[in-house]
C-alpha cells in the first residue's frame, strides 16, 4: 500500500511527531503541502492529512492545499489526524471540515486521528502556553495505535 501524509506542523513540532509515528507504522513518507502536488498524490493508495489547529481550523497552508486539489475522483482513501492545546468541541470536531472537503474531491476518508499538543497561543503565552509535553508517550502510542488500524483495515 502507497501512502503518503501530507503535514503542516509550524508552532512547535506536535503534529510533525505524530505524522512521524504514522509514516514508520504506514512506511508513509511525510511531506509539507508545497512538496507535493495532485498528480504525485493520486498515485497512491492513502493520504493522511495533518495539521495542528489555529482558531478552531487546521492551518491556511493545508487547506489551502486541499482546496486546490481537482475534483476529479482520482484519488483513494484519506485520513485526517489534528493536534491541539484545546479539546475539541463536540458540536464541531476540528477534522470534520477538512474530512468534508476531502470527500468533495473524492477522497474516501477512512477514519480522524486528535490529540492534545503544546500550545502557546495567545492568551496561553501569556502564562508559558498550555500542555506542556504533549504530545506525550500515550499520545504517540495512541497515534501508533490508529496507524495499525488503518493499515490493517486496508489489507483486508
Avoid at 485520513?79 to 458540536?91: A, I, N, R, Y
Amino acid at each position: 500500500m502507497r501512502t503518503v501524509i501530507v503535514c503542516t506542523s509550524v508552532s512547535h513540532g506536535n503534529t510533525r511527531r505524530i505524522a512521524d509515528v504514522m509514516g514508520r507504522v504506514l512506511d508513509a513518507r511525510v511531506v509539507e503541502p508545497e512538496r507535493i502536488d495532485a498528480a504525485e498524490l493520486a498515485t497512491y493508495d492513502l493520504v493522511g492529512f495533518g495539521s495542528g489547529i489555529f482558531t478552531q481550523n487546521v492551518h491556511p497552508r493545508l487547506r489551502g492545499f486541499v482546496e486546490s486539489l481537482p475534483e476529479d475522483g482520482r484519488y483513494r482513501k484519506a485520513f485526517v489526524f489534528t493536534t491541539s492545546g484545546l479539546p475539541e468541541p463536540p458540536f464541531r470536531p476540528h477534522s470534520r471540515p477538512l474530512a468534508r472537503l476531502l470527500e468533495r474531491k473524492g477522497f474516501e476518508v477512512s477514519g480522524t486521528f486528535q490529540c492534545r499538543g503544546y500550545d502557546t497561543w495567545l492568551p496561553f503565552k501569556l502564562v508559558g502556553g498550555i500542555r506542556k509535553g504533549r504530545p506525550d508517550a500515550g499520545d504517540l502510542q495512541a497515534a501508533r495505535a490508529f496507524a495499525e488500524g488503518l493499515r490493517v483495515r486496508a489489507l483486508t
